[in-house]
C-alpha cells in the first residue's frame, strides 16, 4: 500500500467515525428531549391533580 493509499484510508476512517459521533450526538439529543417531555408531562399531570383538588375544595364550600 502506498502512502498516498494509506493516507485515504485514514482520511476515510476519520469521516466514519466523525458520522459515527454525529449520529450517536443527534441520539443523545433524542433521548434528552424525551427525558424532558416526560418530566414536563409529569409535572402537568401533577398540577393539574392539584387543581383538581383545589376546585374541589371551593365546589364544596359554596
Known amino acids: 500500500m502506498t502512502e498516498a493509499e494509506s493516507d485515504i484510508e485514514d482520511a476515510h476512517s476519520v469521516e466514519r467515525r466523525l458520522s459515527d459521533l454525529k449520529?450517536?450526538?443527534?441520539?443523545?439529543?433524542?433521548l434528552i428531549t424525551q427525558a424532558s417531555l416526560k418530566?414536563?408531562?409529569s409535572?402537568?399531570?401533577?398540577?393539574?391533580s392539584e387543581i383538581?383538588?383545589?376546585q374541589?375544595?371551593?365546589h364544596s364550600k359554596i
Do not use: F
Open 43 to 48: 409535572e402537568i399531570e401533577r398540577q393539574e
Open 39 to 41: 418530566r414536563l408531562t
Open 56 to 58: 374541589s375544595e371551593l
Open 52 to 54: 383538581d383538588d383545589v
Open 23 to 30: 449520529r450517536e450526538v443527534e441520539a443523545i439529543k433524542r
